[in-house]
Structures are given as structure tokens and as C-alpha cells.
């Protein structure tokens, strides 16, 4: 069992910056491949980016070059640096986790979300 807290989200202008964390509980995070979801109104839940147990990342093609996923497994965390934001952007966001597989989809432990949101 995994369990993830977010946090990070707020409210920020177009062209600013956020990094949002996500802390894991448990002895093997490491083993654990992590994503990154966000959801806006009225819109289905996207993968945003993710990051394997190895280090292999993948990023939404309108994320590319604006965010990044990195993990740190000395902290069970994991982080997306967001910036050049836009307000396509604003949306809550979700860590989630999966041990083996794609971390394309799949991830069965969610956390809670945290809201971010980008003002024009």
C-alpha cells in the first residue's frame, strides 16, 4: 500500500512558475513508477508526465519543454517543475503510482490532488 500527499499548487500568473511535490509513503518507492495527472473542468484526467523506476520520463505533448518530472527516492518524493505556465494549465493535479509496467496507464494509488491554477 502506497499512500502520496501533494502539494505545491496555488495560484500563479501566465509565464510563472510552480513545483509541485509528491511524498510517498513506504519502503520501496523506488521500485514504483509516478505520474503526474491533472484534471480541468469538465475535461478527462491526462497523463501529464512520468517518470520510471528507472529514470525514464515521458511528457504530455503540450507539457514538452515547460515541465519536468524528477524524483528523488532518498525522499520518496517526486516532483513536476512547472514553468512557462499558461491558464491550459490550470487544472488539478494528481501524483499517482504503480509498481511494474507501462507508466502509461494503470496506476492504481492516487493522492488527493492539489489545485493549480494560472491567471491571464
Known amino acids: 500500500q502506497v499512500q502520496l500527499v501533494e502539494s505545491g499548487g496555488g495560484l500563479v500568473q501566465t509565464g510563472g512558475s510552480l513545483r509541485l511535490s509528491c511524498a510517498a509513503s513506504?519502503?520501496?518507492?523506488?521500485?514504483?513508477?509516478m505520474g503526474w495527472y491533472r484534471q480541468a473542468p469538465g475535461k478527462e484526467r491526462e497523463l501529464v508526465a512520468a517518470?520510471?523506476?528507472?529514470?525514464?520520463?515521458y511528457y504530455e505533448h503540450s507539457v514538452k519543454g515547460r515541465f519536468t518530472i524528477s524524483r528523488d527516492n532518498a525522499k520518496n518524493t517526486v516532483y513536476l517543475q512547472m514553468n512557462s505556465l499558461k491558464p491550459e494549465d490550470t487544472a488539478v493535479y494528481y501524483c499517482?503510482?504503480?509498481?511494474?509496467?507501462?507508466?502509461?496507464?494503470?496506476?492504481?494509488?492516487w493522492g488527493q490532488g492539489t489545485q493549480v491554477t494560472v491567471s491571464s
Open positions: 517518470i520510471s523506476s528507472g529514470g525514464s520520463t
Open positions: 499517482a503510482a504503480k509498481l511494474g509496467g507501462s507508466y502509461f496507464s494503470g496506476y492504481n494509488y
Open positions: 513506504g519502503r520501496t518507492f523506488s521500485s514504483y513508477a
